[in-house]
């Protein structure tokens, strides 16, 4: 293949692993920015969500459409209201402190994945995705006739992984639509900038971080149930979501929405394109080095604000 | 209407408030007045269940506040304007309107009500708080307890760093609310502004009301001015 039509099969790797990332990063920094809580149980809520789409998908049987469309509907709510009660149960107990919440979301890092082993057992499963039909793509050639179409041979996409990048991409529009427009986002963004102060106008602070805890982990849960049918269900998968959420998260800026959009595209993307033309493992070393970077020359993040 | 009874309240371990009581009524403006640190920004917060209150009781028309879940007393009817303002900084002068609207369900014609008191605020809708100037943040923190439409007013220095016309229209917004039948509690450190406002004055020292006395009779005799607060 040339490098052209080359790189353009790449690109659409790397939307595809950004359009995943972007979910999760998304939910990593919404936790962050309202209630101040490094969740580092977040890659578990992934996972949940992954198992919980094979749970559902062997349960419900029948076209592989039906036990998507379950999960897809089943995981996030499950994980989410899960999440829910984790902050209810272990997050308010220590008052959201700092240092306290890193340590409580370890615990409860390994509580979901050593449960997740003994019930689910060590075998990476597969989901069926709902439709697979390979497409070709056409690429450009200026030829002896001047300008004409051509498809490459192997360049070419499934049907599901464009649905991937559709989906993430109307996930982030509905959720900035939310936060907004709405008025339950009026309520988030007022308890992120002062929650005593959102309290002291009728604020249900409290209720307000079970949710947008429950949001973070059900948006992390929802990548999970789209990623499934590309990489199998298994009970350690959470550990490079976490960590590239987290660099996303980083780069991006500490709690901003649109830094996270933007540091997830570019993450996802030269992952991908990385990935394809050297090694993922060469990939994965300049991500966290361009975090190293940011940490030094612009520790707010892309997007952040600095501490004022 | 409100009444504070005895009540102990603090940060963590440490205790601020001791036995404190006060009262104010419909239509009256009570001001506290005390130096730097007395504790009257504690009080406010430990009205808005802010802090735990360890003892005492605090009511609204006989209702008990001090065992109510924080985010519902304001929706007694209790407007809070903070020390500081606290706005919301990031959100736009809309925005932080359409908070205080929803503490009580409020509306429309309300919000209009507000925005006529503060026509400065009209034109700014769509500012982001945080770039206001501070008479105008002041206005908007204003704007937003009075959304409420409360009974209660508590106002914490609301013109601490302000020029004398942004003082001046502040004051006619608490003389006219007063005159609306609003219960107001005042936190003010500049005594001219006290005397020419309140009905009444709290003296607070050390986390403790020491004294309660007419406002009429602090302007005859202002001894108790110097006890208090040094001047
Ligand atoms: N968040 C806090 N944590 C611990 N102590 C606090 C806190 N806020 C206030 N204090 C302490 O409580 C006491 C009373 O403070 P408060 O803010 O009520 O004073 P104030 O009378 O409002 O003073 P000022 O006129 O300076 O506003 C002070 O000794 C202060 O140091
Ligand atoms: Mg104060």
Redesign the interface.
Known sequence: MDFGPHLMLASLEGAVISAILVLTAMGLSLVFGVMRVVNVAHGEFFMLGAVLAWVVSTTLGGHPAIGFIGALIVAPVLVGCIAAGVDRFVLKRVNYDADRTIVATIGVLYIIQQSTLMLYGPEARPVQPPFNTRLSLPWFEFGENGFAMIWPWGLSITSYKLFVIFAAAAVLVALWLLLTRT?IG??M??TQ??S??????????GKVYSWVFGLGAGLAALGAVLVVPIQQAHYLMGGDPLLLAFIVVIIGGLGSLPGTVIAALLIGMSDGIISVFFSPTLAKIIATFLVAMVLVFRPQGLLGRAET | MLEVSNIESGYGPVQVLFDVSLQVNAGEILCLMGRNGAGKSTILKAIMGQLPVTGGSITLDGKPLHTMPAHLIPKQGIGYVPQGRRLFKELTVAENIEVGLMTRGEGASTRDWVLDLFPRLRERLSQVAGTLSGGEQQMLATARALCLRPKVLLLDEPTEGLQPSMIELIRQVVIKMKAEGYAIILVEQRVDAVLSIADRVTFIENGKDRETVLAAELRRDKTKLKTYIGV
């Open positions: 008025r009026l309520i963004r007022a900038q002062d005593d102060t959102a309290q002291a106008f009728g604020v249900p602070v």
